[in-house]
């Protein structure tokens, strides 16, 4: 008995070490951002995050247009993966286990492919797709821009997202599935009221990543996405991202403008903890409202 509360209190104490660890690299990140762009924030102010200026030559930044860059191919790549990794998950749990468990590997696999590949398969065969079939339809477009990079996004997360719904919906009870069909549900009402409620935390948890990946992804949207800093008009236009703008500029980079970029960075971070704690406020709202 001994021997087993010295172990778990072993191991209480190192998960408390590591979550301290993970907290102060964390802190350690924030502060090392903050001072390396506080010339950046000295020299514009909170105009930066508005200016939609951007001129190397006069030493003129603005980070709007990374900003909304970031956050409309995240979001529309969010919107195109959640309901295609939904579905696919509810399939493969569905599905006979030699089936289920082929598609698994085929679905893990798009996961294993390195980002620069996506990039590459979008730069030589999405984007001509796209300038063709725009074509047919008379609209002028090269095929880079905020669409092509937000299905390269959504071709990346659906395999994280798609895993772990998988996993969750495999743990549902099936009692309460077979307690739904017995009372004459359908299989979407099924998993509309049954999978998607008992495992609604879960399924957050797999969405974070796929927003996590999409949010920081570089080199993919790097290929894509037209590297024009300007507020895209439409989704045929090109634009930039926050990590694209790191990527393009950081290497020859110095003085003001480096600092820029080091606030783009904590930017993009503090952009990532603010979805994270709202995501956190809105779940606890909602265990609230069910009791």
């Known amino acids: ?69 970031t956050l409309l191919t995240t979001g529309l790549a969010l919107f195109i993966a959640l309901p295609l990794a939904f579905l696919c998950a509810l399939q493969l749990v569905e599905a006979p286990p030699a089936l289920s468990k ?9 996961a294993a492919i390195p980002s620069v590949i996506y ?12 300038q063709e079939a725009f074509w047919l339809l008379e609209i002028d477009t090269n095929g880079f821009g905020v669409l092509a990079a937000s299905l390269i996004l959504a071709l990346m997360i659906l395999p ?5 719904m998988r996993d969750v919906l495999k743990m549902t009870p099936a009692l309460l599935k077979e307690a739904a069909m017995g009372v004459g549900c359908t299989p979407w009402e099924c998993a509309r ?12 948890g797999g969405i974070f990543i796929g927003l996590g990946r999409a949010l920081g992804e570089t080199m993919a949207v790097l290929f894509v996405v037209g590297n024009i800093i300007e507020i895209p008009s439409n989704l045929l236009e090109g634009c930039t991202t926050i990590s694209a703008t790191l990527a393009n500029n950081f290497a020859e980079a110095e003085g003001l403008q480096q600092s820029v970029l080091f606030a783009l960075g904590l930017i993009l971070l503090l952009m990532t903890f603010g979805i994270q704690v709202l995501a956190h406020c809105y779940l606890r709202k909602t265990a609230q409202m069910k009791g």
Not at 102 to 110: A, F, M, N, P, R
Not at 196 to 204: E, I, N, P, Q, S
Request: include cysteine; charge should be neutral; proline fraction near 3%.
């Open 1 to 69: 008995m001994k021997r087993i509360n010295f172990l778990d209190s072993t191991f209480r104490n190192v998960c408390l070490i590591c979550t301290g660890v993970c907290g102060a690299i964390t802190v350690a990140l924030v502060v090392q951002l903050s001072s390396a762009s506080s010339e950046a924030w000295h020299t514009f102010g909170w105009g930066l995050l508005l200016s939609t200026e951007w001129d190397p030559v006069t030493n003129v930044y603005g980070a709007l247009p990374a900003i909304i860059g």
């Open 102 to 110: 082929i598609l698994s590997h085929g679905i893990d696999l798009l």
């Open 160 to 164: 994280y997202i798609c895993a772990v």
């Open 193 to 204: 009221d049954i999978f998607l409620r008992h495992g609604a935390k879960a399924l957050l």
């Open 119 to 130: 990039g590459m398969w979008g730069l030589f065969i999405l984007c001509p797709l796209l």
